[in-house]
């Protein structure tokens, strides 16, 4: 369990000191790759995508991430599994952390049209890939 512990707080604090920056530092947008990807400052009441789940949206957000911590402790057995949890639990921890703040989550990864997103997000979307792929793998 020390590698999804460790990744847990890496990618939480991660996504919490990067929300941090880009509050105080990031006032205009920064061009990556002309208009199609750059660093650009926004705020999300919502979840992902920018839903609104109204007032059970924080109660769903802890279930959730409650469920998935149990469901990691019980079942993360391979160093793949637990980073995967780890990224899962670290992103959405940082999320939180980051909505105690001002009850805003900043974003500011820019790509094409897709929703403006943060590192958080990335963390919480890479360890459910690495899961979907080591759920895979074990199946062949």
Same mark, same amino acid.
């Given at each position: ?5 460790t ?38 009441? &919502? ?5 609104? %789940? ?7 957000? @802890? #279930?959730? $991430?409650? =469920? ?6 019980k ?8 980073v ?27 790509? &094409? ?5 943060? %590192? ?7 360890? @459910? #890939?690495? $899961?979907? =792929? ?7």
């Open positions: 369990m020390g590698l999804l512990l990744s847990a707080i890496l990618s939480g604090l991660l996504g919490v000191l990067a929300a941090v920056f880009v509050d105080v530092f990031l006032s205009q947008r920064i061009v990556v790759l002309g208009t199609f990807a750059g660093l650009e400052r926004s705020v999300n009441e &919502g979840v992902a995508f920018g839903w609104h %789940l109204g007032a059970i949206q924080p109660l769903l957000i @802890a #279930v959730a $991430l409650i =469920l998935i911590a149990w469901l990691a402790v079942t993360a057995k391979t160093t793949t599994m637990q995967g949890f780890g990224l899962i639990i670290g992103g959405g921890v940082a999320n939180i952390i980051d909505r105690l703040r001002d009850g805003l989550v900043t974003d500011f990864i820019q790509v &094409g049209s897709f929703p403006v997103f943060n %590192l958080a997000d990335s963390c919480i979307t890479v360890g @459910a #890939v690495v $899961l979907l =792929l080591e759920y895979l793998r074990k199946r062949k």
